[in-house]
């Protein structure tokens, strides 16, 4: 896939804490991901890799460094700039995050309705086929409590990816997979890049999954240590 | 109600979602709204029974004017005036006619040992256009010496005396050592002053309240010639009269500065106004406990919903739209309850303890106001909201 690399990070530090407990997470990272493809972030625990996911999602702020996320800057951009950079992104919990409230439609649903109200058939077809993608057809009146683990990851993926958005980020989204849903999914996650551009971000340390990565970069201590293209 | 609500807010209901998700949350929360609105609405009641029973008595009167000792609080919480001033006024350019009116408490003792009090007003009964219409025609009935038209809806009233009102017999019983006859009746009920009301001759008045004198009744009702305004007539009576001694207000004045009076100067009013706020006030704390918990409990949704791109007015609406289903989910049941409360009341003590649409309108409104404030309050806990810490 050609166009602008969605993801640009150049000379990116990160910190936590302040005073003499401030401790820097991220070392000087240098990073270009480029449109449609699918690149895992590996790492032992501790090593950088969600900080740096969260700050390439517009959920963190840009300390120090730049960060271009959709041709955009991430550092001192607004509230509101950064509210309209997320409603075209994706985000894959490693905990779900569903509404336990909401049925598996209406969780889906709230995908969609973050871009507006719209029609509301056309949305609710769409969420009853994304979750129809993911085997999820006879769950979708279903409240989360009455899912399996599985079930619910599944959920959160349909959620994710109804709304078409540019890039995705993913953390363990097959953790609570099997491997065979795990490969559902991750293919999906493949085929929207291939065909559609989509860029996906995954932190990960299923082996299950790393032969359908175009790109695996390794963090250790804060600092790139492998960026391999499998 | 999904849909219904689906369609009202153009998206997924979710705060009635979350509320009703929590059924035993919600009850309570119901519950506590409700109980609110019942200490409001009873607090209401009772202040407005207050309001009631201070002009009830006007019911009874009429005039354009009332003059009144500067010294007097209300209609029947009054100085006396020197009846003079009635003749001084009946010369003011504009004033038709006027009347001395006498109000006294004349204690009763039934035929079971237990005390009733009566108002009692004693009027010019030649002068029929100084008494409520109802019973200007009665008048006549009481030229005879010691008759009365009795309230027939006084408190603890014989039920042999009601039935001889009702059908248009006389009923006589003693007060102050004196024998009544009662020829007629008309219905105003009692309240805080007394137990009920009576009409008399200012004649028959003077002879049982023995320390009234004719030359110092309560008020003087005034009546202005057709075609003047009461207000030019009262600029020109306070031109007139002596301001530190004689007090000049037209009806409607006079009965607003007696509620005003009653609300504002006598503690019973002020007790009822804090109650009414303390009732306001346990339904905020209700209502922030409800919110404030429950937005604390979906931090973890509401982050994910921040890092999906929703902003913070949509989660300002969903806190607002849980405390308006709190404050008609809770107004419906602490009105019907209101309702009976009112009414057992009204029965119990013969306050004129109503509900009308105007304070249910009041209150329901407050309702909404006191749940959106506390839900704007409540939403400071979803600052607590980001969705960095969701992964």
């Given at each position: 896939m050609g166009g602008a690399a969605p993801i640009v990070a150049q000379g990116l530090n990160h910190y936590f804490g302040l005073g003499e407990a401030r401790k820097q997470a991220i070392w000087d990272l240098n990073l270009t991901i480029k449109r449609g493809t699918l690149t895992i972030l590996m790492g032992p625990s501790g090593s950088g890799k969600t900080t740096v996911l969260t700050l390439m999602g517009c959920l963190r702020d840009v300390q120090e460094g730049r960060v271009d996320l959709l041709g955009h800057p991430l550092r001192g951009a607004t509230e509101a700039e950064l509210v309209q950079l997320r409603r075209r992104l994706g985000f894959i919990f490693q905990a779900h995050n569903l509404?336990?409230?909401?049925?598996?439609?209406?969780?889906?649903?709230?995908?969609?309705?973050?871009?507006?109200?719209?029609?509301?058939?056309?949305?609710?077809?769409a969420a009853a086929h994304m979750l129809g993608l993911l085997g999820l057809a006879d769950r979708m009146d279903y409240l989360p409590a009455n899912l399996s683990g599985g079930q619910k990851q599944r959920v959160a993926v349909a959620r994710a990816l109804v709304s078409n958005p540019e890039?995705?980020?993913?953390d363990e989204p097959t953790a609570a997979l099997d491997k065979e849903s795990g490969r559902v999914v991750v293919d999906m996650l493949k085929t929207l890049g291939q065909t559609r551009g989509t860029t996906t971000v995954m932190v990960t340390h299923d082996n299950r999954i790393m032969d359908l990565a175009d790109r695996i970069i390794t963090l250790e201590e804060g600092r790139v240590v492998k960026d391999t293209n499998p | 109600m999904n849909?219904?609500?689906?369609?009202?807010?153009?998206?997924?209901?979710?705060?009635?979602?979350?509320?009703?998700?929590s059924r035993t949350r919600l009850i309570a929360a119901v519950a506590g709204v409700a109980f609110a609105n019942l200490l409001v609405f009873m607090q209401l009641g009772i202040m407005g029974a207050l309001n009631n029973s201070t002009v009830a008595p006007y019911a009874l009167i009429d005039g354009d004017i009332i003059l009144s000792s500067s010294e007097g609080n209300t209609l029947t919480d009054s100085g006396n005036i020197a009846r003079a001033y009635m003749f001084q006024a009946l010369g003011v350019a504009g004033v038709a006619s006027g009347i001395p009116l006498y109000i006294g408490n004349l204690p009763l003792t039934l035929a079971d040992g237990s005390s009733i009090s009566l108002l009692s007003f004693g009027v010019d009964i030649s002068q029929t256009q100084f008494v409520a219409p109802v019973i200007a025609p009665a008048l006549a009935g009481l030229a005879l010496e010691n008759t009365v038209l009795l309230d027939k809806d006084t408190r603890s009233m014989p039920a042999e005396a009601l039935?001889?009102?009702?059908?248009?017999?006389?009923f006589t019983f003693e007060a102050n050592g004196k024998t009544l006859t009662a020829v007629g009746s008309m219905a105003v009920g009692g309240g805080f002053l007394a137990d009920g009301m009576m009409v008399t001759s200012d004649q028959t008045f003077l002879r049982f309240f023995g320390s009234r004198r004719s030359g110092a009744p309560d008020h003087i009702l005034l009546r202005v010639v057709d075609g003047v305004s009461s207000a030019t007539v009262v600029d020109r009576l306070r031109a007139e009269l002596p301001a530190g001694i004689v007090k000049v207000q037209t009806m409607p004045e006079a009965r607003a500065a007696d509620l005003a009076f009653m609300a504002?100067?006598?503690?019973?009013?002020?007790?009822?106004?804090?109650?009414?706020?303390?009732?306001?006030?346990?339904?905020?704390?209700?209502?922030?406990?409800v919110l404030s918990t429950d937005v604390a409990d979906h931090l973890r949704e509401y982050a994910t919903f921040k890092a999906m791109g929703y902003d913070q007015p949509f989660f300002l609406g969903i806190v607002f739209e849980e405390a308006l289903i709190l404050a008609v989910f809770g107004f419906i049941p602490g009105l019907i309850v209101s309702m009976g409360l009112y009414a057992g009341l009204n029965v119990v003590t013969g306050l004129p303890v109503v509900m009308d649409s105007a304070r249910a309108a009041l209150v329901f409104?407050?309702?909404?106001?006191?749940?959106?404030?506390?839900?704007?309050?409540?939403?400071?806990?979803?600052?607590?909201?980001?969705?960095?810490?969701?992964f």
């Open positions: 509404h336990e409230s909401l049925t598996a439609a209406q969780n889906v649903l709230m995908g969609l309705q973050v871009h507006g109200a719209g029609d509301a058939v056309k949305q609710r077809h890039v995705i980020f993913a | 849909r219904l609500l689906t369609w009202l807010f153009g998206r997924l209901p979710i705060g009635w979602l979350q509320l009703s998700h039935a001889s009102l009702a059908t248009g017999s006389s504002t100067e006598r503690p019973t009013g002020i007790i009822f106004g804090f109650g009414v706020f303390m009732g306001i006030l346990v339904g905020l704390v209700i209502v922030y406990q409104v407050g309702t909404l106001a006191a749940c959106s404030a506390s839900g704007a309050i409540a939403t400071r806990r979803l600052a607590a909201a980001d969705p960095a810490d969701l």
